[in-house]
């Protein structure tokens, strides 16, 4: 069997595995771009497995003139940047002691190794140069049923990096089919194993929960995190009931996912997330249109349509009501409008303080009228 991906005809992908075989190299694709490929959905990077070690790998690099950077190299992870595309090789390991927040690696010498260290089967399927698979623990039927399953006994495996336990859900709300349900042995050994989240790192947590509620529908996968306990051990004071009827209002709106959007769904205390900047200014906004719920128009002119979608949808489930009327056309209204006053406009008469005043003032005037009023109208009101 062959995959077959756009990223695999590139030429810089071509360039990256060459540098290894034609080195004597093993080289394999791996992790989510195989997987995806499987499923012909997008991949969101570029995994390389190798024999080469990493100290070979930068040397190999570095003689063709291309740029490496040791981005993981006490695990054995080196980036290879060619023409603004990024590949991420990885050094055949396997896991030889763990303390539960990263799995303590030796480089090994064989694909089979290498494939036991991974965390579920779908994710440890392997395609060469060619596209020609490698499927050394039987990935494919589980992928083909999308049945996310540990790789050999989960409990021992969540023991060695408990961020697999997130990890299960994340790749459960991407791959899994809902209708099959959750596995039910990585379930269970997920709660037995909850406490152990505790130790992680709040930024490879807050970096799990992003990709988890980031998927098309994530309701189902944290549902299964509520019951089981993980959901109250990793999102503090989390409640998930009105995660299902925001995405089939989101769904019903089509509108993109934005997790954000429904992380505040499920709490409005993420402090312990380790948001980044941007993230976290989208976060504080939402909560302030959902505090003071204005008009859709004036919410979106306000903090963009994304929010103001965000804030009506969140509000219409958590209410257990319909979003207002008129919803998308409202939101559109504040698309490009430009308010017609500046600060020139007013400065013969106004200075300082009373000049902002009074511009905030014909702005919010303006934003009421729905964006109607003129410039004229405007100041005459003053
Ligand atoms: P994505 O589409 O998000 O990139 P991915 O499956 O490629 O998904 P990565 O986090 O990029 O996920 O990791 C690449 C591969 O490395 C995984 O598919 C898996 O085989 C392995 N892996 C990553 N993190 C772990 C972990 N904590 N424990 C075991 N294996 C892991
Ligand atoms: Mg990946």
């Known amino acids: 069997m062959h995959i077959s991906a756009d990223w695999l005809n590139q030429q810089n992908t071509r360039t990256v595995m060459t540098l ?7 080289a394999y694709f791996v992790g989510g771009c195989v997987r995806n490929a499987l499923l012909n959905e997008p991949a969101s990077d570029i995994d390389i497995s190798t024999n080469a070690h990493p100290d070979a790998v930068v040397k190999i690099a570095t003689a063709a003139g291309i740029k490496s950077i040791p981005t993981g190299i006490d695990h054995g992870t080196v980036t290879i940047v060619i023409g603004g595309d990024a590949y991420e090789i990885t050094t055949f390991r396997k896991d030889i002691a763990t303390d539960g927040r990263r799995a303590i690696v030796a480089y090994a010498d064989n694909i089979i190794d290498d494939a036991r260290r991974r965390d579920f089967t779908m994710n440890a399927i392997y395609a060469d140069q060619s596209g020609k698979v490698t499927d050394p623990l039987n990935g494919l039927p589980d992928l083909l049923a999308r049945h996310v399953r540990f790789i050999d006994g989960p409990d021992q495996r969540i023991a060695e990096d408990y961020l697999r336990i997130l990890r299960f859900f994340r790749f459960t709300a991407w791959y899994g089919d809902i209708n099959n349900g959750i596995d039910a042995e990585g379930l269970a050994a997920c709660a037995r194993g909850l406490d152990g989240l505790q130790n992680l790192s709040r930024e490879r947590v807050g970096g799990e929960v992003s990709k988890l509620l980031s998927a098309p529908n994530p309701a189902p996968a944290v ?8 959901l109250a051990q990793t999102i503090k004071g989390a ?21 954000i959007a429904r992380l505040v769904c499920l709490t409005r205390d993420a402090q312990d997330l380790r948001l980044s900047r941007k993230d976290e200014n989208q976060r504080i906004n939402l909560i302030k249109l959902l505090d003071n719920n204005p008009p859709p128009h004036a919410a979106a002119y306000r903090y963009g349509a994304t929010l103001a979608y965000s804030a009506a949808l969140i ?3 958590s209410l257990e009501s319909v979003p207002p009327k008129k919803l998308r056309e409202n939101i559109a209204l504040a698309n490009e409008v430009v308010f017609p006053i500046k600060s020139t406009d007013l400065s013969d008469q106004l200075q300082g303080k009373s000049l902002g005043n009074a511009l905030r003032k014909l702005e919010r005037r303006w934003i009421q009228s729905r964006f109607t009023m003129t410039k004229q109208e405007l100041l005459n009101e003053l």
């Not at 549902?223 to 993980?230: E, F, L, P, R, T």
């Not at 995660?243 to 709106?253: G, K, N, S, V």
Request: glycine share 8%; no cysteine; aromatic share 10%.
């Open 20 to 26: 290894l075989t034609g080195a004597g190299y093993e």
């Open 239 to 259: 409640q998930h009931q009105f995660l299902a009827p925001l995405i089939h209002l989101e769904q019903q709106f089509d509108v993109a996912p934005n997790w």
């Open 315 to 317: 509000l219409a489930a």
């Open 223 to 230: 549902a299964a995190m509520a019951q089981s306990g993980v």
